[in-house]
């Protein structure tokens, strides 16, 4: 049986998206932006359309990377991404453990503390590539709420799962979760 793919409309561009197993009774849509310039371009144009005010933009290491650098370069607002390591140049890094869906183990962001003192005071804005269970955006969170910022929005590209639907959250478009064996439901709109 070959590959499944799930076709989505982005910003106006239209991607298939590999259907991927995460475990016997769920796949997703694998979303990966790294190396589709011309999709980070366009969904960091309409997400910065949405966004509500901000200062600093912040995103967990590593796919929110060229999302984040992007949304920086159209804005001109500095941008931070929370590490997965503490690296040798953080003085004092704090740490927030979170699951994610795709890595299904305890994962630990780290923020140097440089990067919390510019933080300090300052709106951000919280960027991710897909929300689905939202432990990415609440570790992000607590970091940001520890190095004494204020939340002014959340957003993601993608929203899927229980992140359908959330207000606190904006986002261009959705993804289904595909429960089944064989990695299809009825609402895949796959090929």
């Known amino acids: 049986m070959g590959q499944k793919y799930y076709t989505v409309t982005i910003a106006g561009l239209k991607r298939d998206l590999p259907i991927c197993r995460i475990n016997d009774n ?14 980070t371009i366009a969904a ?13 933009l912040i995103t967990a290491e590593a796919k929110g990377i060229p999302l984040v650098y992007e949304m920086a370069r159209q804005s001109g607002k500095p941008y931070f991404i929370a590490r997965k390591y503490p690296k040798l140049y953080m003085a004092n890094p704090i740490a927030v453990d979170v699951r994610s ?6 994962q630990t962001l780290y923020l140097d503390e440089r990067e919390m003192e510019t933080i300090r005071g300052k709106r951000v804005l919280i960027v991710d590539d897909v929300v689905s269970t939202g432990q990415s955006m609440r570790a992000l969170d607590k970091l ?17 799962g229980d992140a359908i639907g959330r207000k ?24």
Do not use: M, W
Not at 45 to 54: G, Y
Not at 101 to 106: A, G, R, V
Not at 146 to 156: F, P, V, Y
Not at 173 to 187: A, K, M, V, Y
């Open 144 to 160: 940001v709420e520890h190095s004494g910022g204020r939340i002014t929005g959340q957003c993601a590209i993608l929203a899927e």
């Open 26 to 39: 769920l796949s997703i849509a694998a979303f990966v932006i790294f190396g589709d310039v011309e999709l």
């Open 168 to 191: 606190d959250i904006f986002y261009l478009e959705t993804l289904p979760l595909f429960f089944d064996s064989d990695g299809e439901n009825g609402d895949n709109g796959g090929k």
């Open 101 to 106: 869906i795709t890595t299904d183990k305890d």
């Open 44 to 56: 960091a144009r309409e997400l910065l359309k949405r966004a509500p005010e901000f200062d600093v």
